[in-house]
């Protein structure tokens, strides 16, 4: 039995201090100023007899370890259940090093902090729950988001290849169109939350060495320009491991770049959404549930010679490794590595060394009556989010990114094989061998339909 909605959102400033490192690229950067303030945004819904909370942070990603610290706050003070618990990242690149990834080691004193911050989110919203009312809808949006990985002329697949490339023949894939959308407002109309679902990696802003939310943070703003301060917008990354903001073909023909372009992105997000609810049809009663299953995946496998390699070109000078650019690894498929990063995988292939052969990982179902929330934990490619969404009755399906916990970049199987670059590459942002998407697949399947 379903009774009146209560709902309750509050945010948590989640700023770093200057100085810190900021992840994202293949070399460490140093903040040196805050374009706009990072937050922990969260959203509480309540039926009666089952609450679910979800907060999504402006970072690159959330790990294990800042995950289950918040989760184990928030069910401490707020009497919330891990598993009806959500806590993603939107994928900001100028935020904080959150983890040891790609040349840049983590800021422990940020991330022993950090959980404290993201649960007070969720405390904060817990303290404002008042009765409430949801709607959803779902539109298609697909002039702003592309393929960044193509087919090139040499039979090499390559990321990012630049526009207009002579030798581009067409991308791997396909994108994910859908704007997914829930409105929660109070029962005298005034909003509490604006929460959006859609593929892509992130946009950019001007200066590697400024903290910002990237278009994540426009959208925050937009919606609540619209909305007002007492709103909290949410934007979650949907399955965008493989999706970005350029147009290699030419096609289309952007002026903006950095903010500019990351504001008119979040602009175009924000008008559909700010139409959309006009016409939401509003619910005062739903069913609540929440489960975790656990994936267990295979780790990339590294060989004793690649440790031999690795070894070897961590012991040569900087900007040495000329005799390596074919890409030495016995897990580089097509694409060589660039030489002047042989070094950073080099070291990446040591950590890995380091990890069981056989790792896991949570992933959630949240279901909302007729909708549903999936939570992966990495960087989805988009054919996953696809194929996960072609299964399920649910609608709107939220597929989320980025969820309660990281294993990087989650490849389809021929990705893996036979296309290679950069998203395959063995890494801590990309820890899973062949088999790791579809054994998702089969356990987001099963949680849904314990979900009915």
């Not at 109309?189 to 950019?204: D, K, Q, T």
């Not at 992105?265 to 069913?287: D, K, P, R, W």
Request: net charge negative; with cysteine; aromatic share 8%.
């Amino acid at each position: 039995m379903t009774t009146t909605l209560h709902a309750g959102s509050a945010t948590s400033n989640i700023t770093p201090p200057l100085g810190t490192a900021i992840p994202g690229g293949f070399r460490p950067q140093y903040a040196q100023d805050i374009d706009d303030e990072l937050f922990a945004k969260a959203l509480v819904i309540d039926n009666g007899e089952t609450r679910i909370a979800m907060v999504t942070c402006d970072l690159i990603a959330v790990t294990q370890k800042i995950v289950d610290c918040t989760k184990a706050r928030i069910a401490t003070r707020c009497d919330i259940p891990p598993e009806h618990v959500m806590v993603n990242a939107t994928h900001t690149h100028s935020a904080v090093a959150v983890a040891n990834l790609l040349g840049v080691d983590e800021d422990t004193d940020y991330t022993d902090w950090v959980p404290l911050k993201i649960a007070d989110a969720v405390e904060l919203a817990v303290l404002r729950l008042r009765p409430a009312r949801i709607g959803f809808a779902s539109v298609n949006e697909d002039r702003i988001s592309f393929h960044r990985r193509w087919h090139m002329k040499d039979g090499t697949v390559r990321m990012n290849p630049g526009v207009k490339h002579p030798d581009l023949i067409e991308p791997t894939g396909p994108i994910d169109p859908e704007l997914a959308m829930m409105y929660v407002e109070g029962e005298d109309g005034s909003p509490i939350s604006a929460v959006a679902n859609f593929s892509l990696h992130y946009v950019g802003t001007d200066s590697g060495g400024a903290i910002s939310a990237d278009y994540f943070g426009h959208f925050f703003r937009l919606m609540r320009r619209y909305l007002g301060d007492e709103c909290v917008p949410l934007l979650w990354n949907a399955a965008s491991g493989e999706i970005n903001n350029i147009d290699f073909s030419g096609r289309t023909k952007w002026t903006a770049r950095g903010h500019r372009q990351a504001k008119k992105m979040a602009n175009v997000l924000a008008g559909h959404m700010i139409t959309e609810l006009q016409f939401m049809e509003m619910h005062e009663s739903l069913e609540l549930a929440g489960a975790v299953g656990t994936l267990e995946f295979p780790r990339k496998a590294i060989t004793p010679e690649d440790l031999q390699t690795a070894e070897k070109v961590l012991a040569a000078p900087v900007g040495t490794y000329d005799k390596y650019e074919t890409g030495p690894f016995s897990w580089v498929v097509g694409q060589a590595i660039p030489k002047d990063r042989v070094d950073i995988y080099a070291l990446e292939c040591q950590r890995l060394a380091k990890l069981p052969e056989k790792m896991a990982a949570p992933v959630q179902v949240l279901r909302l009556g007729e909708a549903a929330i999936v939570a992966l934990p990495g960087e989805v490619f988009v054919e996953t989010g696809l194929n996960i969404k072609s299964q399920s009755s649910m609608n709107p399906l939220f597929v989320v990114s980025l969820a309660n916990g990281y294993i990087g970049y989650i490849c389809t199987d021929i990705a893996l094989k036979e296309h290679g670059g950069y998203e395959t590459w063995a890494a801590m942002s990309s820890l899973g061998g062949v088999g790791t998407a579809p054994a998702m697949e089969q356990l987001v399947f099963s949680l849904l339909r314990q979900m009915g």
